[in-house]
Nanobody, 121 residues
Framework: QVQLQESGPGLVQPSQTLSCIVS???????IAWFRQFPGQDREAVAC????????HYAESVKGRFTISRDHAQNTVYLQMNGLKLEDTAKYYC?????????????????WGQGIQVTVSS
């Protein structure tokens, strides 16, 4: 059985970390974080393994967010620093058993339920 479970604070301070417990996937599976703004499609935030070797980051978060994977804990993290109001969105953890998947949502077949992240001024 494969499943993803995100966790983290909803109302965030300037720096916060989201966690995703990844169950049932091979250690080198493709794992990623996506986010969705109201009325828009999901967009990539960060991906661990990509065709060009990864990790891959969206331009809007590059230098502020860091994706990492702890194999011993079966957990993927998204460290978010320098949070901005425009980072407010619902964040999803996603995974695919195939390796080196492109950092685009259509290539990931298993999703967590998502976690709302709200950045306050």
């Amino acid at each position: 059985q494969v499943q993803l479970q995100e966790s983290g604070p909803g109302l965030v301070q300037p720096s916060q970390t989201l966690s995703c417990i990844v169950s049932g996937f091979r250690l080198d599976a493709s794992i990623a974080w996506f986010r969705q703004f109201p009325g828009q499609d999901r967009e990539a935030v960060a991906c661990v393994s990509t065709m060009d070797g990864g990790p891959h980051y969206a331009e809007s978060v590059k230098g502020r967010f860091t994706i990492s994977r702890d194999h011993a804990q079966n957990t993927v993290y998204l460290q978010m620093n320098g949070l901005k109001l425009e980072d407010t969105a619902k964040y999803y953890c996603a995974a695919d058993q195939l390796l080196l998947r492109p950092c685009e949502p259509q290539y990931y077949d298993t999703w967590g339920q998502g976690i709302q992240v709200t950045v306050s001024s």
